[in-house]
Every structure is written in C-alpha cells, then in structure tokens.
C-alpha cells in the first residue's frame, strides 16, 4: 500500500456500490449509506475542506467529535495528506485534559459539531488554537495530486494512555503501525469483502480506529452509531446484520443478563465472531456468553502503543483447543507482524514457562511518546504487563499474570493512580495524602478505589461526606468515569513503604477487603434503610422513576425528564434490606435568598442555574417520595381559593403534606414552618390547586439524628439534614405542595 487514498481508490475500482460506511440513529434508522465509489469522493472533498482550512502536511488537527461516518472520512483523508489527528474524549476527559492534549500535541485546529463542546472557546482562544464547525462539507471541493502523502511512514494520530505521571502520554503512531496492525487482525479474523463490523467502541479508542482500518482494507463495511447502548446491543446488532465486531469485558458481562433480549432478535441476527480484549478477560463471563449466545469469542492482547492487537487466539483451531485456551484465559499467539518476548528485569530473553515482561518488537509498534524517551529495551517494547508463554502444536500461546505497571483498567480504559490522586487533593483540602488501587469488579473488571489519609484534627465523617456529594454532584476537576467509586480510610503511619519512602499500592490493596470499603455513594444507614447517593448509572434509577410517577401523579415524567432531574440536582434515595427503594427525595443546593425564593415559582427554582462550585448556603427538597403513600382520586374543582383561605385550611391540621413537614425531626423539637404560599407555582397540578408552599426547617446543629422506627419519609429528611450539618449549609428548605386541598375545598363547598 502507497497511499489510504490510493488503497481506497482501488478498493472503489473493485466495490464501487458496496456499503463501507452505514450510519445509524440512536433508534435504529439509517441516517446515511456511503458507497467505497461514494467514499473516494468524499475523502477528496474531505481532503479539499482540510486544506481550505489552512491544513497541510506535518499541521495536526484535533476533533471534538463523537463517533460518526464524518471522524473516519476526515481521519483518513487527513492520514492521506500527512496530516496528524488528535480524537479526544468526549467522555472520560475534563476541560483541562482536553487542554492539555490540544497543547501537547500541537493542534493547529480543532474541529467540533456546532454548538457543541462551547466552554473550551475561551481556554483555546489563549493558545491560538483555531476552532472550526464542522459544516456539511462542499462535495465539490479537491485537492491536487500532490497533496496526497506518499508511503506510509509518517505520524498519522496521537492517542492520549494513562501513565505513571499526572498527565497522560501522548502516543505517536505513523500510518504504517495502523495500516500493519489493521492488515494483521484482517488476516486474523479472516475479514472479508461480505463482512460488516459494528463500531461498539470509541473512535478515539485504538480499538475501534484499527478495527475500522482492517474493515477498510478488506473492503468490508462499518456500520456507525453515535454512541454504544448496553440495552440495544442486540437490537443494534440485528438491524446492521453486522458478522463480527470488537468488544471489551464489560459488554461481554452487560449481555449476560440480556438472553431475553438476544431472543427477540436472533432470527435477524448474522453475527459470527466476536474479538474481545482491551482488558483482563474473566473467563467464567466467557464461557457463560458463548454458552448463551453460540457465538464465539476471541481474546487478543495489544496496547494503544502497538496500535492494538499483539496477539491474538487464532479462528482455525479445533474445537477441543480453542476450549482450553478459553479456559486457560490465553490472549493467543503473536500476530504476522510481532516478534514477541518475556523479559527479565535485566532485560534478558526468558523460556517457557517463566514469567517476566511482555515485550513486542515490530512494525504496528508506536514511534515513540510526546516528549519521553521511555517504554524501550534493548529495541523491544515493554509492556508492562506480566505474563509468560508455553508451546502448544509448535507455536508459542501466551499468558497474562498481572501488571508490572500502577495503571488501573476499568472497562478497558487505562487510569493513571496518580492522575486521580492530584484530583482528589484538588477536591478537598482535608485530604493529606491518598492513593488509588484498582478493586475488584464484576462489570469493569476493576473499579477505582481511593485509599485516603486524612490531615490531622480533620473531622473524618465530615470530610468524607464532603468528598463524597462533591464526587457525585460531578467537578470540573476529575470524569465520572474516573472518579472512586469507593473510599476507605487509612492511617498514614500503616502506610507499607519501601526503603526509599515509596508507597507500596500492591501491598496496600491486598491489605484491604473488598467489604470494607465505603461506597461513595452511600450517604447513612440504619437498622431500617441505606440511604444513598443516586446517580444515573445507579442500578435504582428506574425503580426511583417507577416510585417517583407513583407519588407525584398526575405531574408524571418521562424517564428522560427524570433523568435530567437527577443530573442537575441531587437525589437521595432509600433502600431497605431487600435492596428495594422504598423514599426517594430530589434536593436543589443554591444561595438564592430566602426572600427571592418566596416568590419564585416550583419552575423558577428548578430552572435556577445556581453554579455548583460555589459554597452553597441552601439546601431545597424539591420533591419526596415514599412507598407508604397513598395517592387518593382527584376530585374536579372549579373554584380556587385564596392564599389566606389556604392558610387556614393548613393550620387547622387537615392537609398530610403540611403535617408531615410540621412534625418535629432529627431531634429537633419543632418541624418546618411555613415561610410563604404561592398560588400559581405549579398549574397543572390538580391535586394541589396549583398552590405551593415553601417550608423552612430549623437551623441545623450538631445534634442531628436519624429517628429510630420512624417512616422512610421522616429519615429522608433527617438524612438531608445530616448531609446540610456536614456541608455546612446553613438552611434545608421543602418546596412542596398542599396534596389534599383540592379534596378539601370539594367536599366544603359541595
């Protein structure tokens, strides 16, 4: 191959109507079907628009894209003209990291969708980075001849992989390491003409751009959807009649539980091969899938270093060994292109059977990091990764014991220790020193777990509190996909060192049980609940939803409304000992004035874009639920009456809601009192006449108690309390509604 374009052009000389890229919508229709004759075409538009933008050769180019037909043509078209391109993550990275890896690898340009990725403008604007909108690009746009790049040696993308540093590394791969890693999983998986390949990962992920590039060079074609689906894999899998794609553990463990799914689906479904990898493969997971499903899987090895796959377990083998290798967990023999190793310390060539470093010599192998002179021995590659060899029908089958490295792999995503721990301290300032281990997880394979020192005089259960709403309600400073899901406390003086002062992570993981961390969701418990934290990942988010319509009927919504609910407030709910949600409360934090809120309508202080990172002085319950309610019918009320009349329909003791809120809690010796009514803060409300009311409970103290035996309601709102004394937020608001009135003024003027 001399040229990705001139590779294209053959290919479209060869297949010109067959389908290389399909494009879906998030339900499933095709948005787009681009023909190889058709993706010439826009390669050459592509390249035009590249170049219009004062893109040439050696120039790099970053893309705040998700994954999409229109990343592959500029990605290749780019390749084509010796352009560097920089995919970022859209998911798991901050604005600082997407800053940095902008800088790092010296974009000239970064392109977006328009209106999207906004609050880099200002940061980039500094830098004289230009931002372009990617527009629909003129068809009629080309470029010369000799704008076309010839022979493959040169850089063609920078990936960003989690190190030992606080800052990831760039990795330099040429389009020779993508094009030879690309042709070697061709040849592996047997990839053909007929084939099509359903992207499951991100295209700023090595995995799916080297997939794509080996679908490509068989001139297969790449069906696209904007972003991965646990609960339409299968569904997704049907309708693109995809016959094989790459996956990672954790889809491999979500499918599990997803037969009846698969079922529905099966007669449309063409999938013949499944390649997983990226991170340590659970071997009882695999078993189970194929078991299921009659579609086989095939573990390969690799890293975004080597452009991905290494090795890999080959497709020809006969039944009985392809069942031990699945059962020995082997990652398969070295791929055409790798002369693979294990390594000692000294750097000295091992035998069968002892374990040392995987080491990788070969073409697919990266140029070399942004900057660093590391990850090299004696011309090999060093992995990192731990593992050894043994010969099985004369070729040599590898095994992985473990990692030599601190990097974290969850869901096959490296995560840096170090980069999350300045993150955490960032957060906190009651932190003095933390370390992060990797624990064990069924889904994930590993999940990030935060080891924290406190400083001294810190009180403890504060802080972690504090910590833990900071984690949930999301930070500018560290991804959710990065931030611990689980804490634990340790004293700095049992901290396993070694001569030189440098924390052991190893020996401090294994010195902890899984048991005995603390979820950083989990606020409190009692004898009765568990009250937590609730996040959209959450496994109670769609029985909260089920609670929450339950209770607030008729002012019922659409799991995508509750879902922004929760995202742009907080939520708590409770679970009992059966894991079953029985109250769920959503709560506003704000330091809107208690004067503003008196008149400001349920809509109004939902709506309210009160910044999270300031010091909040209020706390709101915006909506409570409990599985002890009992919605009664709603009457049809013609008349509606007036504040004062409310009022005394309140303080004569006839309406629960105002009971409930007035009754004494958390130790306290008084309940919320009534600040103001507004008649109009929600209309549709039938139940409440549209009136609300806006409660204040008393000024938080120490004191603060979870009631024994009291109702699921009474302990959400001492939880509030307790979360307000440990936040140090100085009021605990209920913006609620009088839920008998309408019945009431029914039955007094009938």
């Known amino acids: 191959m001399n040229n990705l374009y001139s590779h294209v052009s053959s290919i479209a000389q060869k297949y010109p109507d067959s389908p290389a890229l399909i494009s879906y919508d998030d339900s499933g229709a095709v948005i787009e079907e681009i023909s190889y004759l058709l993706l010439k075409k826009k390669l050459e538009s592509a390249a035009g628009w590249l170049l219009s933008n004062n893109l040439s050769e050696g120039d790099s180019v970053a893309f705040a894209l998700r994954n999409s037909s229109e990343l592959l043509i500029l990605s290749w078209a780019a390749w084509s003209m010796g352009i560097v391109t920089v995919p970022l993550d859209m998911k798991k990275d901050t604005l600082d990291e997407h800053v940095y890896k902008i800088k790092l690898s010296k974009a000239k340009v970064l392109i977006r969708k328009k209106d999207e990725f906004k609050d880099i403008e200002k940061k980039l604007d500094l830098e004289k980075v230009k931002i372009i909108n990617i527009n629909n690009i003129n068809e009629n746009l080309r470029i010369d001849d000799k704008y076309w790049k010839k022979g493959l040696d040169h850089l063609a993308l920078i990936l960003f992989t989690s190190g030992t540093t606080a800052h990831p590394k760039g990795v330099m791969l040429s389009l020779e390491n993508l094009i030879v890693n690309a042709q070697g999983i061709k040849d592996w998986l047997s990839i053909q003409n007929p084939d099509r390949f359903i992207v499951n990962l991100p295209l700023h992920h090595i995995n799916s751009t080297t997939f794509c590039l080996a679908s490509l060079s068989a001139g297969a074609s790449i069906a696209i959807f904007s972003n991965y689906s646990n609960s339409k894999f299968w569904q997704r899998i049907a309708i693109s009649q995809a016959t094989f794609t790459s996956i990672v553990p954790s889809i491999c463990f979500d499918q599990l539980a997803k037969e009846k799914e698969f079922n529905t689906f099966k007669d449309k479904i063409k999938l013949n091969r499944i390649q997983i990898g990226s991170a340590p493969v659970v071997v009882g997971d695999v078993k189970e899938f194929i078991a299921k499903y009659k579609i086989p899987l095939y573990q390969g090895y690799g890293q975004t270093e080597t452009a991905l796959r290494v090795t890999g377990v080959p497709m020809d083998l006969d039944n009985f060994l392809y069942k031990r290798l699945v059962e020995e967990n082997s990652i398969g023999k070295p791929m055409t292109w790798a002369e693979v190793e294990v390594i000692d310390e000294k750097g000295d060539v091992l035998t069968e059977g002892k374990e040392g470093e995987i080491s990788v010599k070969g073409k697919a192998v990266m140029k070399g990091y942004i900057g660093k002179k590391e990850g090299f021995k004696n011309g090999y590659f060093t992995t990192g990764d731990i593992g050894y060899f043994k010969t099985i029908n004369s070729s040599r089958y590898f095994f992985l014991k473990g990692r030599k490295k601190e990097i974290i792999i969850k869901g096959g995503i490296n995560i840096s220790p170090v980069s999350v721990e300045s993150k955490l301290k960032e957060l906190s300032k009651d932190i003095d020193q933390v370390y992060i281990v990797g624990v064990e997880d069924k889904r994930y394979g590993e999940e990030i777990g935060a080891v924290i020192c406190w400083k001294a005089d810190v009180d403890i259960q504060k802080a972690t509190v504090g910590l833990k709403y900071k984690l949930i309600r999301g ?88 879902k922004k609910q929760v995202k742009n407030n907080l939520a708590i709910v409770a679970v009992d000992s059966s894991d079953k949600v029985q109250g769920l409360i959503i709560l506003k934090t704000t330091n809107i004035s208690e004067k503003k809120l008196s008149s400001m309508s349920y809509d109004e202080v939902l709506l309210s874009d009160e910044s999270f990172n300031k010091e909040m002085q209020n706390i709101i319950c915006i909506a409570i639920c409990s599985s002890n ?14 504040v004062g009349e409310v009022k005394e329909y309140l303080l004569s003791g006839k309406d629960s809601v105002y009971n409930f809120h007035a009754k004494p809690k958390g130790g306290f010796k008084k309940g919320a009192s009534l600040i103001s009514l507004l008649p109009n803060a929600r209309k549709e409300d039938k139940r409440s006449l549209g009136y609300n009311m806006l409660l204040k409970y008393p000024k938080i103290t120490k004191e603060v108690c979870l009631t024994k035996d009291a109702s699921v309601a009474v302990n959400l709102i001492e939880s509030v309390m307790l979360v307000a004394r440990e936040l140090r937020i100085k009021n605990v608001y209920a913006f609620s509604r009088p839920s008998g009135l309408a019945l009431y003024i029914s039955k007094k003027y009938k």
């Open 475 to 562: 930070s500018e400073h560290i991804s959710s996909y990065e931030a611990p899901y689980y804490l634990f406390s340790f004293n700095s003086s049992d901290l396993p060192m070694t001569s030189t002062g440098k924390v052991q992570r190893s020996i401090l993981k294994n010195r902890i049980n899984k048991e005995d961390f603390e979820k950083v969701n989990l606020i409190y418990k009692n004898s009765d609940y568990k009250f937590l934290f609730l996040s959209l990942n959450s496994k109670y988010l769609s029985l909260s939803f089920d609670l929450y319509n339950y209770c607030w009927d008729p002012l019922v919504l659409n799991i995508n409304e509750f």
């Open 629 to 642: 309610y009992k919605p009664s019918d709603i009457p049809k009320v013609n008349l509606k009456p007036t």
